[in-house]
């Protein structure tokens, strides 16, 4: 069967295997799936895509204006994810090409839930204490000694749509103090959460746990530097699920290094994905996991349901529940 509709599901290896909307796409447009160089982009993107309406976007490559520019069919980036740094998203409205998200309560309590195990795994130092036992240094138990949660003050960088939930279950479950830096929440929903906002200097000093919970935008691109860094508490224990690159690494290793951070666990990294000679990587007191925190089967069928929906929305004229540029049907863009 011939359709005129064709997809492009690009760099996005999870989309499609634990639902079925492959199988409805099909019913309707032709699909194809492509493995590109995380750093493909402007008009080698553009051509590689030349034959496609629609791309469903993962976290690589960038759809820049070069590529928007040079390729005048695809009609749709539909990202199999929350964020959508990757996208140029002023180009793309600019070019009439509507850009969708999975909104955020799809992946919100796999994203929390990973985060807390991040931040036991490093406080508990759980990886290193496995090790000892399967090296046959069962007798050094006595080195992993550490604080309990409830006793820690827990700074989270965002308390929006994940870092609220991630705070819900440090109140409500450990009983932790949870502290917040997040211009965009008023104090009335920070009280609601249990906790206490403050400016990101306190946070920075006052925080035994520190986790990342923010967009990344050109105002949290390296948003911890080595100057932030440098105010914390030394032993401090940094967790990251939100983007690699609002850490800045040379800082972050450098930190290290001089034992003003104690632990660090990631499931993003700067310039990911990353190989075995990653300098983080070094560090017996570094967890980095392949950015899966929203890899739960609950959230994965949710995140395909959502793409799979707004492709739907779209090709019936409706606006999609994720839209990020609705710019584009008031001002009458839209290809």
Sequence with gaps: MSYSLRIAIVNSKTFGFYSNVINELRSFAEVDRFEVPKDLR????????????IVIASVTPKYDEEFFRNNLRVKMIARHGIGVDNVDIESAT???VVVTRVPGYVERNAVAEHTVTLMLTALRDVVRAHEKVVTGRWGERGKFVCHELKYLTVGLVGIGNIGSRVAEILVKGFGSRVIAYDPYVPKERAKELGVELVD??????????I???TPLTNETYHLLNYERFSKMKRGVIIVNTARGEV????????????????????????????GPDHPL?????????????????EGLRGMDESVLKSIKDFIEGRVP??????????RGLRR
């Design 42 to 53: 402007g008009s080698q993107l553009a051509s590689t895509l030349s034959n496609y309406d």
């Design 94 to 96: 600019r070019y009439g």
């Design 200 to 209: 990101l200097d306190t946070l920075l000093r006052e925080s035994d746990i």
């Design 211 to 213: 986790s990342i919970h």
């Design 247 to 274: 850490v800045d690494t040379e800082a972050l290793v450098r930190a290290l290094k001089e034992g003003i951070v104690g632990r660090v666990a990631l499931d993003v990294v700067e310039g990911e994905p990353i």
């Design 281 to 297: 990587l070094k560090f017996d007191n570094v967890i980095v996991t392949p950015h899966i925190a929203a890899f739960t089967f």
């Design 321 to 330: 529940e994720g839209i990020v540029n609705k710019e584009v049907y008031e």
